[in-house]
């Protein structure tokens, strides 16, 4: 299989899998990068392990702050962590006292991945269906036991901020409701979404959970009928 098609089956295996975040030095990192499969990397804490061995592994400096360039709309900040992280499928293994190490099947950085990742699911806003229980109950989205991928608000931010002239939208997406004492405490779900010729691609969706956090990457596309005019309904095409 050539580079080009092993970039675009990884994309594709990829696309909305819930992605566990762990830290790595860059330079680490770096080596991965050019490597590839084989390769190993040094993690740093908190040690994180995926149920599915799918893993976004970002230097220290950016894991850190992520979901604060979320929340900040920092959408510039976010292209750099797709650039400067390496998405990676492989097996996490302990390998001394507070040693922990990733081994590398696969691995390409998600900037490069967008170039060939299809968005897991496409989707229509119209047609009276309701979009917030659609995107919900999208099986990746069941990442935390409390948290949802998006609310009413957070669907509506998203679609006006795309149709903004930046074409592009970071921020929460969902937040507990406060009237459900129950889920005080639970962190909110981010998203960052672009505009696309007429629809609006949902890039990428932070979860987290006490102290782990996961990416999905393209879960879903949302094509419009009329933007940025409020969202009506949505009809899912799985």
Do not use: Q
């Amino acid at each position: 299989m050539s580079k080009k098609d092993a970039l675009e089956a990884l994309a594709t295996e990829l696309s909305g899998m819930p992605l566990t975040i762990v830290l790595a030095d860059s330079e680490a990192i770096g080596r991965a990068r050019e490597v590839g499969e084989g390769a190993s990397i040094a993690l740093l804490p908190p040690f994180h392990v995926s149920d599915d061995d799918a893993y976004l592994v970002l230097p220290e400096d950016i894991g850190g702050e992520l979901a604060e360039m979320f929340a900040d709309g920092d959408c510039d900040l976010l292209a750099e962590a797709m650039r400067d992280g390496l998405v990676v499928v492989g097996v996490v293994e302990k390998e001394g006292r507070g040693k922990v190490t990733l081994h590398v099947d696969a691995c390409a950085a998600p900037e490069r991945l967008f170039e060939r990742m299809p968005y897991a699911h496409r989707a229509e806003i119209g047609r009276g269906a309701d979009p917030i229980a659609a995107l919900n109950g999208l099986d990746e989205a069941r990442v935390t036991v409390a948290s949802e991928l998006i609310d009413e608000a957070g669907l509506e931010r998203m679609i006006r901020g795309a149709a903004s002239v930046k074409g592009e939208h970071a921020g929460v997406s969902w937040r507990a409701p406060k009237d459900r004492k129950d889920l005080a405490g639970v962190d909110p779900t981010y998203a960052w979404a672009k505009r696309l010729d007429g629809a609006v691609g949902i890039e990428a969706v932070l979860f987290s959970e006490y102290e782990e956090l996961v990416m999905l990457l393209r879960p879903a596309m949302l094509t419009l009928a009329d933007m940025p005019a409020r969202p009506r309904g949505l009809h899912a095409v799985v």
